[in-house]
């Protein structure tokens, strides 16, 4: 089954909160980045998915659905924006290797920097 056309989990409240941010990352970064926008477009991201991610991005921010408190609406509109990141996200994992750059993607998170020494105690000669 190709990841463009296989449906994505019921994503929790949790994640339709957060995934605003997660795509404005997403999507910045893939047009600011040229590098990382190549990698995408050999993948087969286009203008037109960009354009779509951004489209999905407005309207599920969008005000009337604030001023009217349509939670239904709201849903709806995270959810279809949840499917579309999903899927891409899945895309730019497989075709992207580089972990330094699919941690400006907000698909990886720098690794931890080992233990830390103890704070150094100064004896007395």
């Known amino acids: 089954m190709n990841a463009l056309t296989h449906r994505p ?3 929790s409240r949790t994640v339709l909160t957060r995934l605003p941010f997660k795509v404005l ?23 037109s998915d960009s ?3 951004w489209r999905l991005l407005a309207a599920a921010c969008s005000s009337e659905i604030a001023v009217n408190l ?8 995270l959810v279809e924006l949840h499917r579309w990141y999903w899927n891409w996200s899945n895309v730019a994992r497989t075709c992207i290797t580089r972990r330094d750059w699919l ?4 698909l990886a998170s720098r690794r931890a920097i080992g233990p830390r ?9």
Request: proline residues 8%; hydrophobic residues 40%.
């Open 9 to 11: 989990p019921v994503p």
């Open 25 to 47: 990352r997403f999507l910045r970064t893939i047009g600011i980045n040229s590098e990382i926008n190549r990698a995408m477009k050999r993948a087969g991201f286009s203008s």
């Open 51 to 53: 354009i779509e991610g």
């Open 70 to 77: 349509d939670m239904a609406q709201l849903h709806q509109q």
């Open 103 to 106: 941690i400006p993607l907000g």
């Open 117 to 125: 020494p103890d704070s150094v105690s100064l004896q007395a000669c």
